[in-house]
């Protein structure tokens, strides 16, 4: 028999992070659903099988030892996704030192520990695919955006640099830019906005694709947003 594969979403919870867990778990792989709190999201379909993981990703320590759990709960993964950050908007005189660092540490550092530990699994056995959560923020720094923009510009650095390193090596890295607004997680869906089921699809066939031809960047957003 085919052991299941294994995946990690880092940033399950209401919206997209909750759609990427579902996603898997319809494959039929083993998911771990790892926030703050630990609670794994409520699935009625897939033959996979979820469990719930507490983890601040901005401490070094506590993803080490994540990682290091599930490799013995679970086994390797063979696909990690980093779906963590803020969402601040204000004035750069208004921005305090304490939001910035916690923006950064939450959208960019993370990021760093949780990619790092995905690599150091993964490299081992030569395949694996990491995928990093980014927004329009990643490639433009709007008004207002300055702690938002920051992070997810140094994500899509780390992106890039882990992509050129490890993608010889047979590890699949990729960034998702998700440039518009995210819809409602099982409510009715607005017209105008991304369906967080359709970008989890997005991130499955990411994971899919064949080493010959792998993406490393895509950007999605809906059809009524302007670009």
């Not at 640099?161 to 998702?176: D, F, N, Q, Y």
């Not at 409602?184 to 967080?196: H, I, R, S, T, Y």
Request: aromatic fraction near 8%; proline fraction near 4%.
């Amino acid at each position: 028999m085919t052991e299941k594969e294994v995946a990690i979403v880092v940033g399950a919870g209401p919206g997209l992070g909750n759609a990427l867990v579902a996603r898997f778990a319809e494959a039929g792989m083993t998911v771990a659903a790892v926030s703050r709190r630990g609670i794994a999201p409520k699935l009625q379909q897939g033959s996979g099988v979820v469990r719930g993981y507490a983890c601040d990703a901005t401490m070094s320590d506590q993803v080490k030892a994540l990682f290091a759990s599930l490799e013995q709960e679970l086994g390797p993964p063979d696909v990690v996704v980093f779906n963590v950050g803020t969402w601040d908007r204000a004035s750069i005189l208004q921005i305090s030192d304490e939001l910035f660092m916690h923006a950064w540490r939450t959208g960019c550092f993370g990021g760093f520990l949780v990619g790092r530990s995905a690599a150091e699994f993964m490299l081992p056995r030569g395949r694996g695919t990491i995928i990093f959560t980014g927004a329009t923020g990643s490639i433009r720094g709007g008004a207002g955006f300055a702690a938002f923009a920051v992070p997810k510009f140094g994500l899509r650095a780390l992106a890039q640099s882990m992509a050129r390193e490890l993608g010889p090596k047979g590890i699949h890295v990729a960034h998702v830019i998700i440039d518009g607004m995210i819809g409602e997680e099982g409510g009715a869906q607005q017209e105008g906005v991304l369906k967080p089921a359709d970008i989890a699809e997005a991130y499955y066939q990411l994971h899919r694709q064949k080493r010959s031809a792998w993406t490393h960047e895509i950007d999605l957003r809906p059809f009524a947003e302007k670009f």
